[in-house]
């Protein structure tokens, strides 16, 4: 081979090595599809519902207290226990006198001997009263027979009348006296016979306190016996037919519902109830959430609508539930993932997948409920959306799922 021949050569193996390489870099650097999620526009049962929790409550419950002060005999009656109407819930009796001292037991003992002193001394006075009025009523017939003869005036028969009626007056003072120091005694020594402060286990009047209305016991106050104030808790009633539910609202949410809307009852621990929205509160409240941020809250209260008995089912007060709310419900609705949307020039946006690229496409919205989005117009049933698309995501970048 001659020498301008081999030059040749080497040239074409320089130049096939210079492709080789340029074709190497040229695939190396190559536009590579980006891998995206992927989700299809579908048509289907659509709900546009409210989340929230709630606590079972009864609409009206009944506290029975203590009418007046006394001394609370042992309740009986357990929590969850029925009582009918004027079922007897507890008694009460007086209140033990208060033991004495030293000081005042010789105090009482020395009013005890001068009752007994002065009842001795009314009955005296009272056999003396008697007699002068025996005598008093002897002088006065003896007198009337005389003026009967003509013996005495008229006027000396008036005075032994008068004298009479006035030792009647006088034995009737007395024998009142006797009673009322008859009274003292028996004072003095019902208050000599308190020495421990012990209630007397026999012969104390009792007042009988009845339930209200029919229901069952949802909370007992006082179990144990002792000393009460008027007014004390002892137990409370409520009806269990009355259950119902409270939820607080974001008012943003409340306003949205309204009486009578339906209402599935879910995470009581059985299968989901029915139920209905019965009152929404004109008056919200404030309520600061667990990060710390201020809410406007409305309590909305949801009657149980299920042909089932949900106290019979155990459901009771202060149980938690999950209620859905449905605001709004249809079939054959287009609809896409939530997380598909973005916002693009002021306009609602997705990125349609064609022919492995990204299209971008604006597309007009309705309802929403929480991950799921209704679509108006836009798009077509069947086609390929991108949910949660990046900032490496832009038009017609080649994209692959």
Known sequence: MSEAAGRSARRWLWLAVALLVAGLLAWAF???????S???????????????????????????????????QRVT?????TVEAGQVLFRLEPSPAPALDARTRQQAEDALQAAQARLQAAQANLETARAERRFAEAEYQRYRQLHERNLVSTADLDQRLRERD?????????????????????????????????????????LEVRAPIGGVVLTRYRCCEGSVAPGDPVVELGRMEDLEIRAD????????????MAVRIHGWG????????????????????????????????????????????????????????LVW???????????????HQGEWTVFVIEAGRA????????????????????LQAGERIITHPGQQVSEGARVRE
Not at 49 to 64: A, P
């Open 30 to 36: 190559r536009p590579v599809p980006l891998e995206v």
């Open 38 to 72: 992927g989700a299809e526009v579908e048509r289907g049962h659509f709900v546009d519902s409210i989340h929230e929790e709630g606590r079972t409550r009864l609409r009206d419950t009944w506290n029975v207290s203590v009418p007046i002060a006394g001394y609370l």
């Open 77 to 81: 009656l357990e929590v969850g226990d």
């Open 166 to 206: 006035r030792q009647r007056a006088l034995e009737n003072a007395a024998a009142s006296s006797v009673e009322v120091a008859r009274f003292e005694l028996e004072g003095a020594r019902a208050m000599l016979a308190v020495t421990s402060g012990q209630r007397d286990a026999t012969g104390q009047p009792e």
């Open 249 to 260: 609202l974001l008012s943003m949410d409340a306003v949205r519902l309204r009486p009578g």
């Open 270 to 325: 059985g299968d989901p109830l029915a139920g209905r929205v019965r009152r929404i509160d004109p008056a919200g409240f404030t309520r600061t959430s667990a990060l710390g941020v201020d809410e406007q809250r409305v309590p909305v209260i949801v009657d149980f609508a299920d042909t089932r008995d949900p106290a019979a089912m155990g459901l009771g007060s202060g149980f938690r539930v999950e209620l859905e709310f």
């Open 329 to 343: 419900e249809a079939d054959d609705v287009l609809q896409i993932p939530t997380s598909a949307l973005f916002r």
């Open 359 to 378: 299209v971008r496409r604006g597309v007009e919205t309705g309802r929403r409920s929480g991950l799921v989005t209704q679509v108006v117009a836009g």
